[in-house]
């Protein structure tokens, strides 16, 4: 998950907050971090900002270094759980790799030379560097794109959209757009605030539905649901479901009650035919603040479940017998996430499961789909904007902006078309979208086009080498942590603050630091300044400390404090979700309209889409590992040791189909590239359908980041497709069409 768009108004909504919060003995009390000293013996608690599941853990130190690391038992939220991720912390904190001081490139391509430089020559540089082509080219020459640790520190959080308001361009990108934009789309349309999402309340549901997830492997995503294995062994303890759709027989597949193959990118049609029987069985039983159903009803009535079974290869009897359970549980709850948000439909598939939650009467019900309430509600405080939808487009493709982003699947086009408004400078902030954003190829060449770039990043890695200048801030252990967007989506409302554990080591920089003092000389230096009082104020806010901020919005919100965070360091557990609605709706009325035009009128083109045949041919997916993190931790040994993970995953009868066999090095084409990998035969996946894990391909000059002899492997975005886009603007990187041949 990716959220630097929406908290992108945080810091300045939070403003007025602080200049109201009294500077009492509570607000003062989260300042004062205490890291462990030289030579320290003991335990420390810490947290992991490494996924969504936030898990509290326990350090053991001896004489200064750290012997073990252990999940937290006393974790109201993430009750011990810790996944071998968690200890590389301490590597990537270790790792002689990583960058500790702002470096330059000197020379391009194979000459390319790195020199470290001094934070202020470094500032300047980048300052100059974007303000310099924003001031010739125009605000929207310079791009931005912010990657997904970016909503995983604090520090960004706060501090980083701040910054950015400066350059004030359209070209603003993320990875939102390659991952969770169609729930914000559809949130946003049915309940008013592109982050009023509702998450599965696990620890009371009897039947849990699970669409293109993989929890076991990837421990939740816009589901901050850490143990997620244990919470399943208590689900099915207590006699209840878990009944999964995926193209591969996943980790969490073989963990459910039962696993259904569905063809890659046909979900909307299953799901859109588990409403048709809904209504042709009597089973809705839906809140009287839900309008629109009859009109639903009107519009699934030709999506069949055996028009379904012939597009999905899912059979209309599994079709029925699941939506029959589903609607008879007590407490049911479906839940959909990356295989089928990134794929043509996936605002239909996020709407359709939606529409099944609400229909059931499982939405806002204990063991249903529940609003989480933290205790900075980013929501209910309106911190953040609701959404927009195309209020501007994409100069290129015309594709339409959401709450202020335009869709990443259009960046390279608009960094190498030319005319007026095309993109010639890029800031990126802890991001790699020549790995992850769809024909990184395209993408890579693209931005050895640019006049000037710099990031914000720990590591030399695919995209940011061909930076003029790399910022690289300190890493989470050793700064404040409290986490502002994943308490959103907790399946239990918890809150927990977590001072830093290392103090900051001389000559290194804080990313809030590196925001704060970048912006400051970028505003310098833009033809059009900020007004002087607004400048003032802006520049107030960009040194308040994150802590500071929080503590602030602690105190505004009420549910706990400062001083309670610092003497409950393992987290204040607020209890389980609650039921909120209708109030909690930010919708005209408080009613939920479920037929929205803006979503259904995408129905006409499902429709078209499917009027042929079945889709036949190869088509590919992605996958991701428990030891694998996006596109980077490949050069710790920890997480890389064993058998190499980035093979192509194929049915043994579509192998043999090609003539192929298992372990040979394959050729996969796609419409925009072709890579060349080793396969692996295996039942676990659905014939027709291959995987690629994403985030591998380590290469180009200058890049250190496989380790233990390991191939990089290939980048499974350099198969993925541009052209293909969800309704929002999300990439379709699932159900590629691809072809296997022999090398
Ligand atoms: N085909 C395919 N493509 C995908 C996906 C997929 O499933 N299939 N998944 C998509 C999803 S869900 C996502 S979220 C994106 C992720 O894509 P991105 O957000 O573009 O990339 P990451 O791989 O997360 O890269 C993170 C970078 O941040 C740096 N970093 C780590 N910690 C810090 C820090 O504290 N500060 C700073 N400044 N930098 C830091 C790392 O060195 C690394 O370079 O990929 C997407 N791409
Ligand atoms: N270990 C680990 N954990 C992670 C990450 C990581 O890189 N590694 N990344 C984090 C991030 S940024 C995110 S966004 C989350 C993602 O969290 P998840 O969505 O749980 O992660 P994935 O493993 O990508 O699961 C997607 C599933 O969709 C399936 N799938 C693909 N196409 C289709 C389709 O068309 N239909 C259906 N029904 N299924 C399909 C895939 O086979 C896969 O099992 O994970 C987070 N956690
Ligand atoms: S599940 Fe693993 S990576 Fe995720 S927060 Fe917990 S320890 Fe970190
Ligand atoms: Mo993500």
Redesign the pocket.
């Known amino acids: ?2 959220l630097p768009g929406p908290l992108q108004s945080l810091a300045a909504s939070a403003e007025p907050l602080v200049l109201r919060a009294r500077r009492s003995a509570e607000t003062l009390a989260g300042l004062d971090s205490d890291p462990v000293p030289a030579g320290y013996t003991g335990t420390r608690l810490g947290v992991c900002n490494l996924c969504e599941a936030i898990c509290g853990l326990e350090f053991t130190f001896e004489n200064g270094n750290v012997k073990s690391v252990r999940g937290n038992a006393e974790d109201p939220l993430s009750r011990g759980h810790i996944c071998p991720k968690g200890v590389a912390l301490v590597d990537v904190y270790n790792d002689p790799d990583r960058l500790r001081r702002p470096v330059r490139r000197v020379g391009s391509g194979a000459h390319a030379r790195w020199v470290e430089i001094s934070w202020d020559e470094a500032f300047d540089r980048v300052a100059e560097g974007l303000a310099g082509v924003s001031n010739t080219h125009g605000r929207n020459s310079v791009g931005v794109y912010l ?4 909503v995983h ?1 604090l520090g ?1 959080a706060t501090h980083g959209i701040e910054m950015l308001r400066v350059l004030r361009s359209r070209n603003r990108f993320s ?1 939102t757009s ?2 969770q934009l169609p729930h914000q789309f559809v949130a946003w349309q049915l309940y008013g605030h592109q982050l009023l999402i509702p998450v599965p309340d696990i620890d009371r549901t009897n039947y849990l539905l699970v669409f293109g997830a993989n929890p076991m492997a990837s421990n939740g995503s816009l589901w901050t649901v850490p143990d997620f294995p244990g919470r399943l062994r208590e689900l099915r303890q207590r006699g209840g479901k878990m009944v999964v759709f995926d193209p591969r027989r996943t980790e969490t597949a073989k963990a459910a009650t039962e696993h259904h193959f569905v063809r890659p990118g046909t979900d909307a049609l299953v799901l859109l035919a588990m409403l048709n029987v809904l209504f042709t069985e009597g089973l809705t039983r839906p809140a009287r603040y839900v309008r629109g159903i009859k009109r639903v009803q009107t519009l699934v009535a030709d999506f069949t479940p055996e028009f379904a079974e012939r597009m999905s290869g899912v059979r209309a009897d599994v079709i029925r017998q699941v939506t029959r359970e589903f609607a008879e549980s007590d407490a049911a709850v479906a839940y959909g996430r ?1 295989g089928v948000s ?1 794929q043509s439909f996936g605002s239909l598939c996020q709407w359709a499961i939606q529409c099944l939650n609400i229909l059931t009467g499982n939405l806002d019900r204990p063991g249903g789909a529940m609003f989480p309430e933290p205790a900075i509600d980013v929501v209910k405080r309106g911190l953040l904007g609701r959404g927009h939808f195309g209020k501007y487009t994409s100069r290129v493709r015309k594709l339409p902006e959401f709450a202020g982003e335009l869709p990443v699947a259009a960046m390279a086009e608009e960094i190498d078309t030319p005319g007026d408004g095309q993109i010639r400078a890029l800031f990126t ?5 020549v ?3 769809p024909d990184g190829r395209r993408l890579d060449d693209a931005l050895s086009q640019l006049d000037f770039m710099a990031s ?4 030399i ?1 695919e995209t ?1 080498r061909h930076a003029d200048v790399i910022l690289p ?1 300190t ?2 252990l050793e700064r404040d942590q409290y986490d502002l967007a994943f308490h959103v989506f907790g399946t239990r409302n918890t809150a927990r603050f977590t001072p830093a554990m290392f103090g900051k080591e001389p000559g290194t920089m804080h ?1 809030w630091e590196i925001f704060r003092d970048l912006g400051v000389r970028l505003e310098k230096r833009m033809a059009t300044r900020m007004p002087l009082k607004q400048r003032l104020i802006w520049e107030a806010r960009l040194r308040i400390s994150p802590s500071v901020l929080i503590a602030a919005l602690l105190a505004a919100g009420r549910r706990t404090s400062m001083r309670a965070l610092r003497d409950t360091p393992q987290g204040v557990d607020l209890g389980p979700l609650q039921p909120t609605l209708p109030k909690r709706l930010m919708t005209k009325g408080q009613t939920i309209t479920l037929a929205q035009p803006l979503i259904t009128d995408d129905l006409t083109r499902l429709r078209e889409t499917f009027a042929e045949a079945a889709p036949d041919g190869l088509m590919l997916i ?1 996958r ?1 590992h428990q030891r694998d993190c ?3 931790l490949h050069n710790t040994d920890r997480l890389t040791r064993g058998q190499a993970r980035h093979r192509l995953l194929m049915n043994p009868g579509d192998l043999a189909a090609r003539g192929l066999s298992d372990g040979q090095q394959v050729q996969v084409s796609s419409r925009v590239g072709s890579v060349v990998i080793e396969v692996s035969a295996t039942d676990d996946m659905m014939p027709g359908v291959v995987s690629l894990p ?2 591998y391909g380590h290469q180009g000059e200058g890049i250190r980041l496989s380790r233990a002899g390991k191939l990089p492997g290939v980048s ?2 350099d198969l ?1 497709d541009p052209a293909r886009v969800d309704l929002s603007g999300n990439a379709a ?1 699932s159900a590629v069409p691809v072809q296997v041949v022999a090398v």
């Open positions: 998950m990716d990657g997904n640790p970016s520190s960004a990875a390659v991952d990356i990134t902030v802890s991001g790699n979208p790995s992850s954003t914000v990043d720990i590591y890695n940011t801030p890493t989470a990313d992605g991701r996006n596109s980077w994403h985030g499974i975005n993925t990187l």
